[in-house]
Structure formats: structure tokens, C-alpha cells
């Protein structure tokens, strides 16, 4: 598996020039990445805010390892998402960092993956605006899908802040859930600061990931309606992906790999008995299965 890697250190620090790596770190050429991609459609999967490079290979490659898409093409992305300082505080200033890693990214892909079939994005809590930035840049006027776990930005973006990069996606997919505390706590207080001090105007709205869209919704009526996640289901901020390191029988994380079925009006409250003992093994399982149920 790729990575486009926008980091200029494996901690902290910002954004740097674009390195082509694969889970090992190991580094190629921007035409390899170029070349395994093209014909073939494309999903880019990011990580959220306080994730470090080797956290970010480990966590992205266990997702995609969940994710049934058949000959579609997974390639991960990595931005400098860890906290420099305390998280809370430090959380306003990584937005910057991400609206830096999705302009480099938009150009990369711009340059290199002019050939693929289609290009779709998934990402998670602040790599939301990561690939709302980068779909903002991209020459491409048509993106296929787009999946938004856990989005730690405002509720209202794909209407306001990002509506241009919205209106280019075929099919929005948005999971939310109001047992994320950290949504519940650190967004408000990060939007706060981050109103004050780097964009004039606090913010005041809900987080994408815990109340899912606002109204009015993207005007050209591409989002999925079935985004809150049962209250019951308790998942958190850090349910989305696989924990690390990977358990010894990733059997165990696909107990329900058609799910949740396409018929199904709405999600039970409670997770199936079957899963309840192990949770943490199919919380990343359904996310990777609402990718692959919505992908066709």
C-alpha cells in the first residue's frame, strides 16, 4: 500500500514536501504511485489530529485490510496531525495544518493521478477538512465517493466552508455519534480558540461527527441519509479504525461484512449480541463495511 506522506518529521513538526512511502516507511517515486493507480479507481483514506507517522501507516493499512472493494486501489495519506503542545490547545492551530496538507495533496493527485478511473476519499475526526481541502483543489471535477467518520469540524461545512469541494461528489457518506466525547468536549473548545485567534469569529456550531450534517444540506442532494451511529453502539472517538497493532486473527474484526444491509431501515440501538463482548473489534469492522455496502 502507497502513502502520500505531507509530513516534514514522523512527530510533530508541519507540512514538508510530499514523499511517496509504503507501510514501511520505505520510499519511491511519485511516478510508482502514478503508475499502480492508474486505470484503476482510487480510494485515499486519512487519519485524524493527534496521530504520528508510524501511527498513521499502521492504523490507515489495518483499515484497508477491512475494506472489500475489489480491484479499487487504496492509498493512505499522512499529515502532521500530532499535537505540538497540549492537545486542546494545540488542536485550533493543526486546522491550519491541515488546509497546508490538502492544498499539497490536491496538487500531488492533480499531477500524478490524472489517469485514475475515479478518485474517492475517507477520512477521520480533523482529516475531514484534509479532504474537503483537497477535493477543493482537485482539476477533476467529479470525485465518486466520499465517507466522513467522526468529522472534527463544523456541522455546517458542506454547505458553507466547503459547498464548492461538496458539489463535486457524487455520494457522501457521513458517520456520527454522540457517545464521542471528544467531540463533545474538545471540538467546542478548540473552535473556540480557533475563533478567536486564527480565523476572527468563534465558532459556535457542532461537530460533523457527533450531530452529522446541518441543514440546509448540500444543495445538489449527494449525502447519504442513515448517518448517526446508535447511542447504544457507544462508539467513540477512536472506534473508527483498528486499534494497533492488528489482532493476531483479523477474522474476528469482519463479523459482519455485508452490514448494514441495503434494505435495513434503520440501525438496531443495540449492537447484535454476537459482537457486544468484542467491541473494539467490530467497531472498525462496520465502518470499513459501510464503506464497502455504499461503494458501488
Known amino acids: 500500500m502507497f502513502f ?9 513538526g508541519g ?9 514501511n516507511s520505505r ?20 487519519h485524524g489530529f493527534n496521530v504520528n ?8 493499512s489495518n483499515w484497508a485490510k477491512l475494506v472489500d472493494l475489489g480491484s479499487t486501489v487504496c ?10 503542545w497540549i492537545h486542546v490547545v494545540d488542536y485550533p492551530l493543526e486546522g491550519n495544518e491541515a488546509i497546508d496538507a490538502g492544498n499539497s495533496l490536491a496538487g500531488f493527485l492533480n499531477s500524478y493521478f490524472a489517469a485514475a478511473l475515479s478518485l474517492s476519499f475517507a477520512s477521520h475526526s480533523l482529516g475531514a477538512r484534509v479532504v474537503l481541502q483537497t477535493i477543493a483543489g482537485l482539476n477533476r471535477t467529479t470525485v465518486r465517493r466520499l465517507l466522513l ?40 473548545a478548540g473552535n ?10 468563534p465558532y459556535v456550531h ?7 450534517p446541518a441543514e440546509p444540506y448540500p444543495s445538489s442532494g449527494n449525502i447519504h441519509a442513515d448517518w448517526q451511529i446508535p447511542d447504544g453502539w457507544n462508539f467513540g472517538h477512536g472506534s473508527y479504525l483498528p486499534p494497533n497493532p492488528l489482532s493476531a486473527n483479523p477474522t474476528r474484526y469482519s463479523p459482519l461484512p455485508c452490514f448494514p444491509p441495503p434494505n435495513m431501515p434503520a440501525l438496531p440501538n443495540y449492537a447484535p449480541a454476537a459482537l457486544q463482548s468484542n467491541e473494539t473489534l467490530w467497531q472498525p469492522a462496520f465502518s470499513a463495511a459501510v464503506q464497502s455496502a455504499r461503494w458501488p
Open 4 to 12: 502520500l506522506n505531507t509530513r516534514a518529521l514522523p512527530m510533530g
Open 15 to 23: 507540512v514538508g514536501p510530499l514523499k511517496v512511502l509504503d507501510e
Open 27 to 46: 520510499v519511491y517515486q511519485p511516478s510508482d504511485v502514478g503508475a499502480a493507480v492508474r486505470g484503476h479507481d482510487v480510494l485515499l483514506v486519512t
Open 53 to 60: 507517522q508510524a501511527d498513521g501507516l499502521e492504523k490507515l
Open 75 to 84: 492509498v493512505g495519506m499522512l499529515w502532521p496531525g500530532d499535537a505540538r
Open 149 to 188: 467518520m467522526a468529522g472534527a469540524i463544523d456541522n455546517t461545512c458542506l454547505a458553507g466552508e466547503y459547498a464548492r469541494a461538496a458539489t463535486k461528489v457524487q455520494s457522501i457518506s457521513v458517520l456520527a455519534s454522540r457517545s464521542d466525547d471528544v467531540l463533545e468536549w474538545a471540538f467546542p
Open 192 to 201: 473556540f480558540v480557533s475563533g478567536l485567534f486564527s480565523r476572527g469569529t
Open 206 to 212: 457542532e461537530a460533523l461527527g457527533r450531530e452529522g
